[in-house]
């Protein structure tokens, strides 16, 4: 068994129990009833990640030597991880304002980039290379609070964030063991295998949910290994290839920061327009909304291994057209088009433009 799989499976197998067995008295989850679902999906899933890759080292020697001989990044992450996890842990047991939580992310991918988690150059779909320079900071602590977010944005209904996590995981395991970073594809592996412990008490109709202590964690943790582990031969990121990969909770937080601010309305506050509402109004609020999310990652995903494996290649730009392509037939398809151009700002320009061109065309 390779490194990768015996992290995944440990990782399950400590993830299942301990989701299983704890029980915390959170805050009132999404359901409303007269018994609380509790929040505690983070400490399983960050036990579970933290225990995997140590456990791997006990069974097999060759995920000891990864361990050992690059163990900086898998400490550096359990610190600035555990930051991000402790204040969504906060939160899901009172709540703490959006500034309080965006800042601690802030100050955890700060650290995260002081310990040596950092983008430096990007490699661009086109082949040319962007020196980020004093900039590099500033694009780094953005990614990891822009996926942080996006996989707590997604995390609006039943299974959907933890299945999407195994998913990306799993990809960008592959895509960091093919690239020569076998710790970070244990790492990535550990993720998919706790996420995959706990989602059977997640899925449709959830006896546990996440909370901000599990979708912060995961998507944090995502954010940092898809840096760490996605440096190509030539010490650059192709950052595009997890972007791609993390494409519909990307495109999630996007579309609802962008039709807030249409509406004039805090892009930071919460609403019941996310793309699983949407996909919920048209099939029905089910496990179906869960398992479309998952075919939609799945096209995400493939796309991104397509991006990885024709890197540089003409192929690649095919690739790219047909996610671009994709992604706004999804954004048509869900009804986000007209949601923009209805907004409250666009209208607003409608109605002068409209004022503007009346006069002239009666003159």
Known sequence: MTPE???????????????????????QGRHVGP??????????IAAAFLIAPAGAALVSAEARRFVTEDWVPYVGLALCGGV???VGAWDDFRDRPWWLKLGAQVCAAAALWGVGFRVGELTLPTGSVLHLGPADPFVTVFWLVLVTNAMNLIDGRDGIAAGVAILASATMSYVAWDLGHDLIAMLFAALAGAAAG??????????????????YFLGFSLGALSIAGFVDSTGRVPLYIPLVALGLPILD?????????????????PDQDHVHDRIARLVGDS??????IYGLTAIFCAAALGLHQWY??????VVGGAVVAFTVGLIVLLGYAST????????????????????????
């Open 340 to 363: 923009f151009w209805n907004s409250r700002r666009v209208l607003s320009w409608r109605l002068r433009r409209s004022a503007d061109l009346g006069p002239r065309e009666a003159s």
């Open 198 to 215: 706990f989602l059977p008490f997640n899925f449709p109709r959830a006896r546990r949910f996440l909370g901000d202590s599990g979708a």
């Open 84 to 86: 991000v996890f402790a």
């Open 5 to 27: 799989l015996a992290t995944f499976f440990i990782a399950a197998a400590v993830a299942l129990p301990v989701t299983a067995l704890l029980e915390l008295p959170t805050k």
């Open 287 to 292: 496990s179906l909304v869960a398992l479309v």
């Open 312 to 317: 540089k290649a003409a192929g690649s730009a």
């Open 253 to 269: 937080t996007g579309v609802a920061f962008l039709r807030r601010f249409l509406d004039r309305r805090n892009p930071f506050e």
């Open 35 to 44: 018994v609380a679902i509790p929040r505690i999906g983070g400490f399983a």
